[in-house]
């Protein structure tokens, strides 16, 4: 297998600005909210084709951070997993610390052998999960957290980060340099 974080993704992430240590929030292309969500109760299916009760999974002591993501996609998917790669190679040990979730917008595609390969390619490490499900269930999960986009070539670039405080979250609305992204996975869990 080739290795995905060659020179072109480099490229990428820096035109992205994931490589951006000395921006701050405010210079940051990104808008920050607070946002309260009542997770669904809905089962998903990962990557190895477990079922996985949301609810359940996003009860972990670990800190969470979800995006909605397509595995075919070729705009901002791949500088969002990309993001998350980086993410778990800034962390090194402390990667066990955070949860990574990557929940599909095309669930009729993205079955867990193709999800599976989209993590391989990003090179994750344990921590990182991607869910598909049923269209109903994606379609509740994505109406609960406000990232419902009836085409999937108009999502927008989301991450969520839960806080201590329950059903409350922050919604990162646009693209976040991992920097920026660990800050605000910091400033989520002293909330």
Not at 27 to 54: C, F, G, H, T
Not at 85 to 114: C, F, M, R, W, Y
């Amino acid at each position: 297998m080739t290795n995905f974080l060659g020179p072109l993704t480099f490229l990428l992430l820096f035109t992205a600005g994931l490589f951006c240590p000395g921006q701050s929030a405010a210079e940051a292309k990104y808008q920050r909210s607070e946002v309260s969500i009542s997770v669904p109760d809905v089962v998903l299916i990962n990557q190895d084709n477990e079922k996985i009760p949301l609810r359940s999974l996003l009860q972990t002591e670990e800190s969470v951070v979800i995006d909605f993501v397509y595995a075919s996609c070729t705009t901002i998917c791949p500088i969002l997993s990309a993001g998350y790669a980086n993410l778990q190679g800034k962390l090194g040990p402390e990667n066990h610390n955070i949860l990574l979730v990557s929940i599909t917008i095309d669930p009729e595609n993205d079955t867990p052998a193709v999800m599976k390969k989209h993590l391989e390619r990003y090179q994750a490490r344990p921590g990182w999960i991607f869910l598909t499900g049923s269209r109903a269930d994606i379609n509740t999960v994505m109406a609960a957290f406000d990232a419902y986009f009836p085409n999937k070539m108009s999502h927008q670039p989301l991450n969520f980060i839960r806080t201590t405080e329950k059903g409350k979250w922050i919604r990162i609305n646009g693209m976040i340099g991992g920097n920026d992204l660990l800050n605000e996975i910091k400033k989520a869990r002293m909330q």
